[in-house]
């Protein structure tokens, strides 16, 4: 029934993410926060020529595999492949209870391929909300979350938005 995954994906918002706890941070954003802002980035920087639309749609399921594996990090000691297998494995199980669950499971295959402008501009969202919230917990902190910014320089240059990383 869909009432009780409904509920079980809404627990991405008590699911802290795990990058930020292992940096000794505490008080941290949830799963579900860093989903609603890789959507506000993809809301706002979509190019023109791509689906705006269908953008959203994959930025809010693009994690929700999160919810029954966990926030898996490169620090987990778990290789891409097999972070990839745990959560296509999550996202089948919880989309064959969803009403529109097919086309959430195309949305995240889609993403994890990376091969449409679509999906490869919304990782470049993801990476960007992760520099940005970097920002944030380094004014608050000592502590020197610039290895954050690192990953996403690449792609932040590629798509042309470098200025939204600059100190």
């Not at 705006?52 to 929700?64: K, N, S, W, Y």
């Not at 490869?120 to 992760?130: E, G, T």
Request: proline letters at 4%; aromatic letters at 8%.
């Amino acid at each position: 029934m869909p009432r009780e995954t409904f509920i079980e994906i809404l627990g991405l918002k008590d699911l802290d993410r795990a990058g930020w706890l292992r940096s000794g941070l505490t008080n941290v954003e949830s799963v579900a926060a860093h989903s609603w802002g890789v959507a506000f980035l993809a809301f706002h920087l979509c190019p023109e020529e791509l689906d705006r639309t269908r953008l959203l749609e994959m930025a809010i399921c693009h994690d929700v595999a999160e919810v029954k594996v966990g926030d898996i990090t490169p620090h987990d000691g778990i290789s891409p492949e097999e972070k990839v297998a745990m959560e296509t494995k999550a996202m089948l199980d919880i989309s064959s209870k969803l009403p529109r669950g097919q086309e959430m499971l195309e949305l995240y295959e889609e993403y994890e391929a990376g091969v449409t402008p679509e999906s490869r501009f919304l990782k470049l969202c993801d990476k960007l909300d992760m520099a940005l919230q970097s920002y944030e917990y380094q004014n608050r902190t000592d502590v020197d979350l610039s290895n954050f910014r690192k990953t996403a320089n690449r792609l932040v240059v590629e798509f042309g938005f470098p200025h939204l990383l600059r100190n």
